[in-house]
């Protein structure tokens, strides 16, 4: 197989995983999330907005249609075509807003694989494919976007319609690629783009023609600094045709009929009366007449949207009290739209007005600025005639909606892929950055160069990193939605049961399986993958084949006597948790623990199967499988009433976990690889069984700490426990994700380095601190949120002292997400490094620390105190993790205590951001850039 073919998704795979993830969410809000929340839920799994008069419309059409037959359809039924072909649907299958959702979410993954695809029209090569890849996820996974695909809005048409124009627009300016072919495949794009656009918001071709006419005028000046007349003739030629093009599909879309309230024409609800704002335009002289009429128009917009959103109550106005009423304050104010379009909502409203759409939006625009501030690179690195061309579009684009939206969340969905495209520009700037400080060290490491001084497979390694980053994106956006589904399960399991002793036993039987299977079954996966790949290169496939099948069957006895044992004695199992065995809290738990057995056994099959495909390059086959589970629960819940809820998530766990295991025995049949019980071989599995002890017991007392943790929750009040549980998967979410990727992706990566020969040291110290930054501004960001965050999802299911308690274990949890997320990527290489023991070691300082802390704290602080002694276990075991196997990663004492330095900086920087205090994150400003410049000095040394 090409190794060049799995670096990064085909255009094919990446649009058909965003449609299942889309598909996935858009039917979860629709069927979970909303009928969760009341106040949010207009009834059919629908939002108390648009979408909801347009599921009237829709319905009642489809009336119409069964009375009178299809002659009674139209495709704009006094309203935009999205709400007709709505209506064709529920015509066809029933009223029923989910059948909608394949569509929807069609388009919106079309718009994230215009965003992928930008990314290697800006920028061919590596850095655009991973730029696109960020990108891409961001587009597809910023939850906002649920508010239009998750309902029957237009938006995600819309977007995608946009972004064509914008693809094919780019598309014309490379250089030395126009041609008449190119140039009928891009009018064609445009035409499609444009008619999908002027279907759902025929208005809106029409700013698109400004958009493309304020790029080629701003291109055109470019040329004629730089060439001749005649060099650009031909190109510039084709794109004005192009332009043209797009202007008929236009004028074609002004006149439709839902059209004509934009425009000022007829009766449309938009030709408002404005005196409630208290606003006439005063014509200007000196203007041309056409230019007068348009800024009045867009002016009258933009005073109907004021009165509108405050008549309703719209709480996201900005500006609105600026109505510009002739030429020159229209002009003036439009650098400020630009700033608003761009930036809006500016951080000072970011925790007002607690709500979930509005936390959701903050959270996102913080994100979109770290992105964003990566165009400075490109800009520096690669500008271009292209870059322009797409910042002009989009900057036109913004000011309009801008201009006429003074509403934010009206702004947000029209401006959401044109804000994307910017995001894309600042993701090509940081995967340059990236793949920079990667490829340039591999020309000088000593690790290498091979004898004689010839630098070995420095191609190999530079593009098995790239690799790395490919794959480890995909493979993180797929466990993400596992662990969204997992955290939608408890939500689910919180509106249904309460904070109580049903869900407490629910969460105890459920911790005792996955507790066998962290320390049992886990460790297998790593102490496998060194020998797996070493059968592969050695050209000994039926000798691998074997190996796996021979090491299942070790697995499966050691499982499955376990679990006849749970079953066997769950009761007593049960007592060493929670403290007692006669409760009927105790009763409940023994009775799920007894269901939930055998998925200790199917463990083996999956773990041992998903170890494998992650070693043959194909992590993302493994990530795939193990989305069915949380999906096979959450169906299972959803159809099972309130009631059976706890037994309908077992049932639901169960059955994913057999069909995970069903597709990696399918996904390993092409490998000459089948998932059979052989007997162990004691002679061939030595080179796993000799590590998997120590792995076996690091893994024991990690996953002790987890029960430990439970057992204290449980002794502070009824409900702690759950509290400790629900809080902590948040935490867990993000550690968990840290686990994952480093297990999938780069413990193979490290294993198959030091299996070629190469050194590993200077990828080490560059995951740990890439590990530690990305931790670092998760945590600020969950630090800075937590606390509106958790009100705003679980204020109608917890007392105030509860909400307090959650929101104070998600605050000291997410602390240690740069040290742990570092602790996981450590251990892996301390594992391919044959420094397994110091990982049990570090495991057991652990364990006692938490125990330690727990004793001291837990009778003072409650649940809190569980907490904190996490945290501290974390610091602890990871920063002797470090020291212990330093010398066989490769690191030096300065660079270990450059990375605890930054988990205290970062750490700080969140508190600092929580405080709301300027002088305070001041100082963290200066500290994190105090950080960033030592990691620079330590990376620049080991280049040297």
Request: glycine share 10%; charged share 10%; net charge positive.
């Amino acid at each position: 197989m090409n190794r060049f073919a799995y670096r990064f998704p085909s255009a094919g795979l990446f649009w058909s995983l965003a449609f299942v993830y889309a598909s996935f969410m858009a039917l979860l809000m629709q069927k979970v999330v909303l009928p969760l929340i009341p106040e949010m839920h207009a009834g059919h799994g629908l939002l108390p907005n648009d979408a909801i008069v347009f599921h009237n419309i829709a319905v009642e059409m489809a009336g119409k249609i069964h009375a009178e037959g299809w002659g009674a359809w139209k495709l704009f039924p006094g309203a935009a075509g999205n709400v007709g072909v709505l209506a064709a649907v529920y015509a066809i299958f029933g009223p029923d807003p989910a059948w909608f959702i394949p569509l929807n979410a069609a388009a919106h993954a079309a718009g994230a694989l215009l965003i992928f695809r930008l990314g290697r029209r800006l920028w061919p090569g590596d850095v655009g494919a991973l730029g696109g890849v960020m990108a891409g996820i961001a587009f597809l996974v910023f939850p906002s976007a649920l508010q239009w695909y998750g309902q029957n809005h237009k938006d995600a048409f819309a977007i995608a319609g946009t972004l064509l124009v914008l693809d094919a627009w780019l598309d014309l300016h490379i250089e030395g690629r126009t041609t008449v072919g190119q140039f009928l495949r891009n009018a064609f794009q445009v035409v499609g783009g444009m008619s999908l656009l002027g279907v759902v918001r025929p208005y809106f071709p029409v700013v698109l023609v400004s958009a493309l006419l304020a790029s080629y005028a701003v291109v055109l000046v470019s040329y004629l600094f730089s060439r001749s007349s005649l060099a650009i003739k031909k190109p510039l030629l084709y794109r004005l045709l192009v332009v043209g093009v797009a202007a008929g599909v236009a004028f074609a879309c002004t006149r439709i009929e839902v059209a004509a309230g934009v425009y000022g024409e007829g009766d449309s609800p938009l030709n408002i009366q404005l005196a409630a704002v208290d606003w006439t335009w005063q014509p200007s002289d000196g203007l041309p007449s056409a230019a007068d009429k348009l800024l009045k128009r867009a002016s009258e917009l933009r005073a109907h949207f004021v009165a509108f959103g405050r008549s309703v109550g719209a709480g996201s106005e900005v500006d609105g009290d600026r109505l510009p009423n002739n030429a020159l304050s229209s002009i003036a104010y439009m650098p400020r739209a630009l700033m608003i379009g761009l930036l809006a909502p500016f951080p000072d409203a970011w925790t007002e007005r607690v709500s979930v759409p509005r936390l959701i939006g903050a959270v996102e625009t913080a994100i979109w600025y770290l992105f964003a501030l990566g165009l400075a690179i490109t800009l520096w690195k690669r500008p271009s005639r292209q870059l322009l061309a797409g910042l002009v579009f989009c900057a036109t684009l913004l000011v309009v909606l801008a201009y006429i939206h003074p509403n934010v969340g009206t702004l947000y969905r029209q401006r959401f892929g044109v804000w994307q495209f910017v995001l894309l520009c600042g993701a090509l700037g940081w995967a340059s950055l990236l793949l920079s400080l990667l490829r340039g060290s591999r020309c000088v490491s000593p690790q290498g160069v091979a004898e004689g001084g010839a630098t070995r497979d420095a191609p190999e390694r530079t593009s098995q990193m790239d690799t790395l980053a490919a794959s480890g994106a995909v493979v993180m956006l797929i466990t993400l939605v596992c662990y969204l589904g997992f955290l939608t399960r408890d939500l689910l399991l919180v509106k249904q049961l309460r904070m109580g002793a049903d869900l407490d036993a629910f969460f105890t039987a459920a911790m005792i399986p996955m507790f066998f299977v962290t320390c049992l079954a886990m460790p297998l996966a790593d102490a496998m993958t060194s020998p797996f790949l070493s059968f592969g290169r050695d050209g000994q496939e039926k000798r691998r084949a074997e190996f796996v099948r021979r090491l299942l069957g070790f697995a499966a006895a050691i499982l499955g006597a376990v679990a006849v044992l749970v079953v066997l004695a769950a009761p007593y199992v049960v007592g060493v948790v929670l403290g007692e065995t006669e409760s009927e809290t105790a009763v409940s738990a023994a009775g799920m623990l007894r269901w939930f057995a055998p998925i200790i056994l199917l463990s083996a099959w999956t773990v041992i199967g998903n170890a494998a495909l992650n070693a043959l390059r194909h992590s993302r086959d493994a990530a795939l499988g193990q989305l069915v589970v949380p999906v096979a629960t959450i169906s299972a819940l959803l159809a099972a009433p309130a009631a059976a809820a706890s037994y309908a998530a077992i049932a639901g766990m169960l059955a994913g976990t057999l069909l995970n295991a069903g597709w990696v025995f399918y996904r390993l049949l092409p490998h000459g690889i089948r998932l059979l019980l052989a007997p162990p071989a004691a002679d061939l599995l030595r080179p796993a069984t000799a590590s998997y002890r120590r792995l076996f017991l690091a893994a024991s007392l990690t996953a002790a700490l987890v029960p430990l943790n439970y057992a204290f929750a449980a002794s502070v009040v009824s409900g702690g426990l759950s509290a400790w549980a629900l809080a902590n998967k948040i935490v867990v979410l993000f550690t968990g994700l840290a686990s994952v990727g480093a297990s999938a992706v780069v413990l193979p990566y490290l294993a198959r380095m030091l299996a070629q020969g190469v050194g590993v040291r200077d990828d080490a110290h560059f995951l740990l601190v890439a590990g530690s930054w990305i931790g670092g501004l998760i945590a600020v960001g969950a630090l800075l949120f937590a606390d509106p965050l958790v009100a705003a999802a679980l204020s109608d299911s917890v007392t105030s002292s509860q909400l307090s308690d959650l929101s104070g274990i998600v605050k000291i949890g997410v602390l240690q997400l740069p040290i742990a997320i570092a602790g996981a990527l450590v251990a892996k290489m301390a594992i391919v490094s044959g420094a397994s023991s110091r990982v049990l070691f570090a495991a057991a300082l652990g364990f006692a620390c938490n125990l330690s802390v727990n004793l001291l704290l837990v009778p003072h602080l409650g649940v809190l105190g569980v907490a904190v002694g996490a945290l501290v276990a974390t610091a602890l075991s990871t920063l002797v993790l470090m020291l212990a196997a330093r010398a066989k990663i490769g690191l030096t004492l300065r660079e270990i205590v450059t990375l605890l330095v930054g988990w205290l900086v970062w750490a700080g920087t969140g508190v600092a951001a929580g405080s709301q205090s300027v002088a305070a994150v001041a100082c963290a400003v200066l500290a994190v850039g105090g950080l960033a410049w030592a990691q620079f000095r330590n990376w620049a040394d080991l280049r040297d």
